[in-house]
């Protein structure tokens, strides 16, 4: 979603944000690929998770709002994109806490902290960019 905000996107606040995101999900997301290695598990093919169903996980978006996000320019765009981002981090921040209450990997708890107090402080920098819009 954030590569999209580069060419759809209006506000330079947003894209700005959206590349942020971007390039800060790079590590966490290497860093839980080789968290799933190290356990002997296969990480998902990163080209084909977008075709995935990921209705149980909180946060992700549908297929259906996907679509229409691809679909969005300008304000709208910025908007749509916020809102799904929210929804998105909020259900990191889900997982990040049961992770952090139930797990007993000091790696992945680590991890878990890091994505929870990131994602927060991303949650409220849109928040405050949806009332600028």
Do not use: C, Y
Not at 58 to 72: D, E, I, N
């Amino acid at each position: 979603m954030a590569e999209w905000a580069r060419t759809s996107g209006a506000n330079p606040k947003v894209r700005s944000l959206a590349e942020r995101i971007r390039v800060g999900q790079k590590p966490e997301i290497e860093a839980m690929r080789q968290m799933l290695t190290a356990r002997g598990q296969t990480p998902p093919n990163l080209e084909h998770v977008q075709h995935l169903d990921h209705s149980d996980m909180p946060g992700m978006a549908t297929q259906v709002q996907l679509a229409a996000l691809r679909k969005a320019t300008g304000t709208a765009f910025d908007a749509l994109f916020l809102n799904l981002m929210i929804k998105h981090h909020e259900g990191a921040v889900t997982m990040s806490g049961a992770q952090l209450e139930n797990g007993s990997d000091l790696r992945v708890g680590e991890t878990a902290e890091e994505v929870s107090v990131t994602q927060t402080k991303e949650i409220a920098t849109m928040r405050q960019l949806l009332k600028e819009l």
